[in-house]
């Protein structure tokens, strides 16, 4: 990196390439001042901005010392500059308090591609969009022409749109081989739309923007989870097979356990999120945010627990940082005072679609260790192995009060990295890191080290691009570039509404791309008795029987991969341009993956196909079901249920593996 100033303008290079520019012709940096306005309903904003006044700042004195470059902009900032080889940080100072709103200007090219922004679901390369960083409920549907969003946003305020994610994050990684980072949690919108610069707007002057660059993506992943910190490895039993979701108490859910079993699927583990009872609203099926085991629905779960295990199956739970204002613990937190309360002293509480819960104030020192204990005490306290640590992403901006005295408004997009750290931290302090996995859906920038694996929250159960089976391809390419390469989804969706129901076909495709993930786990859905199930049909569970055996023969390649990722931040799940820079194609394609370095997954992600398009990079590639071969390019394979077309390398050291999948699961 190299930074060059003259006659008070300022330009930053990368190699050949400009990076920042300030000039009077080009200013770099624009201020003002604005007033937002709010609506949340349900983990669902409606977001407005009055901007008052903005105006590009002049650069009037540059000061240059050994090691920094101040430049001062008038009155209102002062920026200091570090660069070196490969980092160059710019640190901010505000010199006038009145201005609230920040516009930062990067120089881009048209030939330009750049990823990331957290978890994106509906586009990988984002150019010629603007994403807002904010965390939220991404919606159902997140497609204004569709039926399902249109109704959505009719009754519930909850369609979204295609950048509504329950984890964004102030980070892109450009094709000119560097990532830029803006240290803020305050609402920001990174825009894309420009031909000759990239407009970051932040709803303050950030504490810092860094810019750091590399030769290769692979060593731009290790210096950006360097610097958020890296996914631990997974457990080992994970491998075992399949995690199946099921609910209903003891009798039920264990009954679905055996009879799984008895079909011959691999079970790995049950994952029972109403293990702390149910409560039935008009959504659906929903659960009492009261963590604590449900003593009539599951009597003797710690007995049942240390059953299970002795068959090597782990059992997995639920908790989300609410409870239910009906419950035992939300009792004792309000006698602490450890809820985040309204302005005059009152209990907020927020509206989760037909009862309530207080806050827990994870500010608070006392509030967060009260609920690291909760997880100690009442979940790995009695056994249970996982769990989905869902939400994070609700905290309300209105009339709420926390105890670090922040506005809500810059607490609001840090509140997943608080979740993330609670859970992380009740394991670790009891000794189970390593052993224990918990997923999440909520992120931010600095989760990454404290989430042991993501999920990709609530899709609708269909295919639509949007929001169905292949927005969980994108999602776990973009999380990926963020550092979070350990990532899974619900097996067949989730979101059932206004007559959208599960198909048998839709299932068997989400669970042929599930295999090639490091997680493969089920979920009944939020209307489980409408919606297909695979344990009611003996026909898929035959087929799910064939999948789950190839996900555990694949454990030692997989476990590789999961390794890597915590040792250098290389994603399991990676774009295809990783490892071919130099093919122009693969920086556009978003429905295809590299498992690792040596396999190339494309799920079949639409409705009623029997052979499937497929884009390889050059090199010596073998159809994983059926050994023939391929040099590269566009082809059309067979794509029959269960053969989602999947390709390895000639000559990856895991050749051997791959060849016993095709000799006793490839096409005849």
Known sequence: MQIKVN??????????KRILEHSKERPMIYVGVGQEDVDMYRGNFKITDYVTERFPLKLT???????????????YIIAKIKCDENLCTIDFEQKDDRINRFWFRVAADKEEKCYGCGEQMSYFNLRGRNFPIWTSEPGVGRDKTTYVTWRSDVENKAGGDYYNTNYPQPTFVSTNKYYLHV?????????????????LQIWEVPKQIRIECADTYLKLLERITTYFGRQPKLPDWV???????????NERSFGLLDKTLDRNIKVAGIWCQDWCGKRVTSFGKRLQWDWKYHKEMYPDLPKKIKEINAKGIKFLGYVNPYLVNDGELYKEGKEKGYFATKADGSDYLVDFGEFYCGV????????FEWFKDIIKEYTLGIGID??????????????????????????????PVLWAKCNYEAVKESGKLGDVVYFMRAGGAGSQKYCTLLW???????????????????????????????????????????????TKELFLRWAEMAMFTPFMRTHEGNRPDTNFQYYDDEDTMERLARLVDVYTMLAPYTKTL??????????????????????AKAYDIQYEYLFGRDMLIAPVYEQDKHEWDVYLPQDEWVHLWTGEEYHGGEITVSAELGYTPAFYRKNSEFADIFEEIREKYGVK
């Open 7 to 16: 006659d008070n303008e300022f330009q930053l290079f990368v190699g050949e």
């Open 61 to 75: 004195d540059v000061i240059q010392t050994a090691d920094t470059v101040r430049l001062c902009f008038e009155s």
């Open 183 to 199: 240290d803020s949690t305050a609402y920001a919108d990174f825009d894309f739309r420009n031909d000759s610069f990239h407009e």
């Open 239 to 249: 491998y075992n097979g399949l995690i199946i979701g099921v609910q209903g108490g």
């Open 360 to 367: 827990v104030d994870l500010t608070n020192p006392e509030a």
């Open 386 to 415: 996982g769990w989905m640590a869902d939400f994070g992403e609700y905290l309300p901006t209105d009339d709420i009060c926390l105890y670090s005295g922040k506005s809500p408004m810059i607490e609001h997009n840090h509140w």
């Open 456 to 502: 990709a929250g609530d899709q609708s159960v269909d295919f639509t691009i949007h929001d169905g089976l292949a927005s969980v391809i994108c999602g776990a390419l973009s999380a990926g570039m963020m550092g979070c390469g350990l990532t899974h989804s619900d097996i067949g969706g989730y979101t059932s509404l206004f007559d959208n129901t599960r």
């Open 562 to 583: 999961v390794e890597e990722n915590a040792d250098s931040g290389h994603p399991v799940q990676r774009p295809l341009f990783m490892h071919y820079e130099s093919d």
